[in-house]
């Protein structure tokens, strides 16, 4: 970028300001896709939204790409999806609910600066909701409760109030209320400006639905709901008005309060309200602190980024690699030419591009908030940092311990080429990490390590259906795994822990030391067996080249 076409400093601010960046999450089940469909529908960027369920009349969602996705109805990859809506640039981040691919969710967290919390309005929260939730407090990242399927037999709304403050100890604001639930549900009642949305229902909930607004006490209202589901709404409004809370944005900002909205995504019930009112209240892109304490405005002119997911063939058409980049600060300019500080490497920007699932549009520039993908073969891993100073370094993606252990076997040597490529493939995206026995003679079944065992299964499909290359998986006999270095700086590479019943070491891509150990009870005897080792479940970071 030459200094001529270098954005000034107003240009800066009012991009950024108006960019939104946030990712959905829920526990399984909730209406998390659903939902990322329709404020894609009421968002302009789809006519019809898809069907989770995908019928064989119906499209399957925008945001589930991966065939084994549309297979089982779930999301098991982090999707991007933006597109441009009453003045804001929305990104919207949509992620695993499945447990056992939390760790490419929580990496999305660290690309976001709000959350929309999805819960099931008839379970209430569930446990993968708790775990998601106390990522975004630690992260101090706003969140924005919808309480899903009123349209189903929902638990009491205050009760949902309770235990939002009760089990997750955050305050809640409810900015509507529900006017019943299940078959008496009607529609939802905006408490800041005292008006009743009354829907009409559609078929699947595929078009954006017909609505009125009324006051509360307007006879249309009367007449639609019965007198008991009126009766007692008018009395839970009563009670949130006697409460005498107010709205208090900076406790929202802060991640200390919660603005909760009620409806029903499948059926449109107050899907506008939450996307109009949620994109008038989160945060703009915030600073973000790089190595050494340094604070990164989002309104610098020095552009800086990192990598918060790699994934491949998303295009089976092209067997191309997308590394997708959280600008930071600055502006980004396809072509441009940036450095991978942890290389040292100047990499030309050439193939940027914006993804809405499967379709792609070329990126020309981007703004801090915005998410891109960088197409190429790169040698970009998870959390690295691209920045026009060389100085500037992110350490934002959380790095997790496997919990599962698999021996990888290839069914035909006369395609091992493609298995080494898929699973080269899948190892950069961290779908799985790969272990190096140290006692390891010859040519080594590839040992891995995995999160949950779901994400075995998906590797295995990938590499059959992407690659061609069918693979048998041979179970490990660990549950843990332990990155070990001497606490003593002057013991050399050559000195090992002492061993306890069943522990086995290896060593992790970049060379560091692991101990696979059974269970609990080995891994305490090891640990006092080993004070004088730093034993930790965070793998260390991979060492800059020199």
Same mark, same amino acid.
């Given at each position: 970028?030459?200094?001529?076409?270098?954005? =000034?400093?107003a240009?800066?601010?009012r991009?950024? @300001?108006?960019?939104?960046?946030?990712?959905?999450?829920?526990?399984?089940?909730?209406?998390?896709?659903?939902?990322?469909?329709?404020?894609?529908?009421?968002?302009?960027a789809?006519?019809?939204?898809?069907?989770?369920?995908?019928?064989?009349? +119906?499209?399957?969602?925008?945001?589930d790409?991966m065939?084994?996705?549309?297979q089982?109805?779930?999301?098991?990859?982090?999707?991007?999806?933006? %597109?441009?809506?009453?003045g804001?640039?929305?990104n919207?981040?949509?992620?695993?609910?499945?447990?056992?691919?939390?760790?490419?969710?929580?990496?999305?967290?660290t690309?976001?600066?709000?959350?929309v919390?999805?819960?099931?309005? !008839?379970?209430?929260?569930?446990s993968?909701?708790?775990?998601?939730?106390?990522?975004?407090?630690?992260?101090g990242?706003?969140?924005?409760?919808?309480?899903?399927?009123?349209?189903?037999?929902?638990?009491?709304?205050?009760?949902?109030?309770?235990?939002?403050?009760?089990?997750? !100890?955050?305050?809640?604001?409810?900015?509507?209320?529900?006017?019943?639930?299940?078959p008496?549900?009607k529609?939802?009642?905006?408490?800041?400006?005292?008006?009743?949305?009354? %829907?009409?229902k =559609?078929?699947?909930?595929?078009?954006?639905?017909?609505?009125?607004?009324?006051?509360?006490?307007?006879?249309?209202?009367?007449?639609?709901?019965?007198? !008991?589901?009126?009766?007692?709404?008018?009395?839970e409004l009563?009670?949130?008005?006697g409460? !005498?809370?107010?709205?208090?944005?900076?406790?929202?900002?802060?991640?200390?309060?919660?603005?909760?909205?009620?409806?029903?995504?499948?059926?449109?019930?107050?899907?506008?309200?939450?996307?109009?009112?949620?994109?008038?209240?989160?945060p703009?892109? @915030?600073?973000?602190?790089?190595?050494?304490?340094?604070?990164? /405005?989002?309104?610098?002119? /020095?552009?800086?980024?990192?990598?918060?997911?790699?994934q491949?063939?998303?295009?089976?058409?092209?067997?191309?690699?997308?590394?997708?980049?959280?600008?930071?600060?600055?502006?980004?300019?396809?072509?441009?030419?940036v450095?991978?500080?942890?290389?040292?490497?100047?990499?030309?920007?050439?193939?940027?591009?914006?993804?809405?699932?499967?379709?792609? /549009?070329?990126?020309?520039?981007?703004? &801090?908030g915005?998410?891109?993908?960088?197409?190429?073969?790169?040698?970009?891993?998870?959390?690295?940092?691209?920045?026009?100073?060389?100085?500037?370094?992110?350490?934002?993606?959380?790095?997790?311990?496997?919990?599962?252990?698999?021996?990888?076997?290839?069914?035909?040597?006369?395609?091992?080429?493609r %298995?080494?490529a898929?699973?080269?493939?899948?190892?950069?995206e961290?779908?799985?990490?790969?272990?190096?026995?140290?006692?390891?003679?010859?040519? &080594?079944?590839?040992?891995?390590? @995995?999160?949950?065992?779901? +994400?075995?299964?998906?590797?295995?499909?990938?590499?059959?259906?992407?690659?061609?290359?069918?693979?048998?998986?041979?179970?490990g006999?660990?549950?843990?795994?332990?990155?070990?270095?001497?606490?003593d700086?002057e013991?050399t590479?050559?000195?090992?822990?002492?061993?306890?019943?069943g522990?086995?070491?290896?060593?992790?891509?970049?060379?560091?030391?692991? @101990?696979?150990?059974?269970?609990?009870?080995?891994?305490?005897?090891?640990?006092?067996?080993?004070?004088?080792?730093?034993?930790?479940? +965070?793998? %260390?970071?991979?060492p800059?080249?020199?």
């Amino acid at each position: 970028m030459s200094a001529s076409d270098a954005p =000034t400093a107003a240009e800066l601010k009012r991009e950024v @300001a108006r960019r939104r960046s946030f990712a959905i999450i829920s526990h399984p089940d909730a209406g998390k896709t659903t939902l990322t469909e329709k404020f894609l529908l009421y968002g302009g960027a789809l006519n019809q939204a898809g069907s989770v369920t995908a019928r064989k009349n +119906q499209r399957a969602t925008t945001s589930d790409w991966m065939e084994l996705e549309k297979q089982r109805g779930i999301s098991i990859s982090s999707t991007v999806l933006q %597109f441009e809506y009453k003045g804001c640039m929305v990104n919207i981040l949509d992620t695993p609910g499945h447990k056992d691919f939390s760790e490419d969710t929580y990496r999305v967290l660290t690309a976001v600066d709000a959350a929309v919390m999805v819960v099931d309005a !008839g379970k209430g929260i569930e446990s993968q909701t708790r775990k998601l939730f106390e990522v975004c407090r630690r992260r101090g990242v706003p969140i924005f409760t919808f309480m899903n399927k009123l349209d189903r037999p929902a638990r009491p709304p205050l009760e949902l109030l309770d235990e939002l403050e009760s089990v997750l !100890g955050i305050a809640a604001y409810p900015l509507n209320w529900p006017l019943g639930d299940g078959p008496r549900f009607k529609g939802v009642f905006d408490r800041e400006h005292g008006q009743v949305h009354l %829907f009409e229902k =559609t078929p699947g909930g595929a078009y954006r639905a017909a609505e009125s607004v009324k006051d509360i006490h307007d006879p249309i209202v009367t007449q639609t709901l019965d007198e !008991g589901t009126y009766r007692q709404v008018c009395d839970e409004l009563e009670l949130l008005e006697g409460a !005498g809370a107010d709205f208090d944005i900076s406790a929202v900002e802060a991640g200390e309060l919660t603005p909760v909205f009620f409806g029903s995504a499948a059926n449109n019930f107050g899907v506008q309200l939450l996307l109009d009112r949620f994109l008038e209240l989160a945060p703009p892109p @915030a600073s973000r602190e790089s190595g050494g304490g340094k604070l990164i /405005e989002p309104t610098s002119p /020095e552009f800086t980024a990192f990598v918060f997911k790699i994934q491949a063939n998303m295009n089976p058409k092209h067997r191309d690699r997308v590394s997708f980049i959280r600008i930071v600060s600055g502006k980004f300019e396809r072509d441009m030419t940036v450095v991978h500080t942890r290389t040292g490497e100047r990499v030309r920007l050439s193939n940027s591009q914006r993804l809405f699932a499967q379709e792609r /549009e070329t990126v020309d520039d981007a703004y &801090a908030g915005d998410v891109a993908g960088l197409v190429g073969n790169h040698d970009f891993l998870i959390g690295d940092t691209l920045s026009s100073d060389p100085k500037v370094s992110f350490d934002e993606i959380p790095r997790f311990a496997p919990e599962c252990f698999a021996y990888l076997h290839n069914r035909s040597t006369a395609k091992y080429k493609r %298995f080494q490529a898929g699973l080269e493939q899948m190892l950069k995206e961290g779908v799985v990490t790969e272990f190096t026995l140290l006692d390891a003679i010859g040519i &080594a079944v590839p040992l891995l390590g @995995a999160v949950g065992p779901l +994400q075995f299964e998906v590797l295995q499909h990938r590499l059959e259906n992407e690659y061609g290359a069918e693979t048998r998986l041979e179970n490990g006999t660990w549950s843990f795994a332990r990155w070990m270095r001497p606490k003593d700086p002057e013991k050399t590479g050559e000195d090992l822990p002492a061993l306890s019943m069943g522990v086995t070491l290896a060593r992790d891509v970049h060379g560091a030391l692991v @101990a696979l150990i059974p269970h609990e009870w080995a891994l305490k005897t090891f640990t006092d067996k080993n004070e004088d080792w730093e034993i930790t479940d +965070q793998p %260390f970071p991979p060492p800059a080249k020199s």
